[in-house]
């Protein structure tokens, strides 16, 4: 039984649920934290997001499972390797793909329909553009976007358009690096576990990660200098340590670059990220925390 939860458990890749996260973005940054309802709602929103993605995990593996079972590392998961069938595979993906959607519904009629877009976005990522050198990167990237985008409509407030500038770029930047990986651990091996590694370069994956990167910096700094909260200018080293330091685990071969969900167990990244959040967090709700402590 065990067995069965732990295979469960990595078929529909709850280690990565933590990419749903950018959801709560919208929440965060227009400073309504502490307001009780939409923090409910949009920790309610993220656990519907994180079943309908569990479900295009699932089906992902399906369809990829052949391949998959090719690769030095995919080879373990649960369908390439035939620990789950295709037919349990099917009925689980299908089960949490219904739930999700009839829970957007109940939530939202906007998170439905932002819910059904990401759904189509990602069945034309795996049936069209998945294996198109440069379209991949950049619809996971889009697909990061509507991540945060959904957050915004489920409460109900603009979506900036920094909201879409920072995730795009952040997305871009870690899809890069995920590319980056992959080609430098398989060599000339890549294009047999996925057609489209066979244009990425160790040489193109590099200058795509210095644009990439440079696009992020400049995004969020830009965001900081013409926030209404100038004070947010004061984030922007512990935001650059963290990207530095990303960018460093990349090029120094770490396996973060291909399992970004890794990151955690890096100390100096996690005290960056953190403090950035301990600062982000202070100069968006300074004020807001005085009043409710006097």
Known sequence: MKLIIADIISLIRVRQWYKNLVLLLPLLFVGHLFVFSETILAL??????????????????IIDRHKDAAHPEKCTRPVASKRISVGSGLL????????????????????????????????????????????????IATLFVLRAVSGAVLISVTVSPWLILCPFFLSLFLSVGKRHGDVVLMGDKAAKTREVLRGYTPEI???????????????????????????????????????????????SGSDVARHPERMFRDIPLMVGVFLWGIVTGGVLYFSTLLQIIF
């Open 205 to 251: 994956t590099s200058g795509l990660m210095m644009i990439s990167t440079t696009l992020l910096i400049m995004s969020y700094a830009l965001y900081c200098f013409l926030s209404d909260h100038r004070f947010l200018l004061l984030s922007l080293p512990f935001g650059l340590f963290v990207v530095f330091r990303y960018y460093y685990l990349i090029t």
């Open 44 to 61: 309610e929103g993220f656990f519907i997001l994180c079943l309908l993605y569990a479900a295009v995990y699932v089906f992902n593996d």
């Open 92 to 139: 689980i993906g299908s089960v949490l793909l219904l739930v999700a959607l009839i829970g957007s519904y109940v939530l939202s009629r906007g998170f439905f329909v932002v819910m059904l877009v990401i759904l189509g976005v990602n069945i034309v990522y795996t049936f069209l553009l998945k294996e198109v050198l440069f379209a991949d990167i950049l619809m």
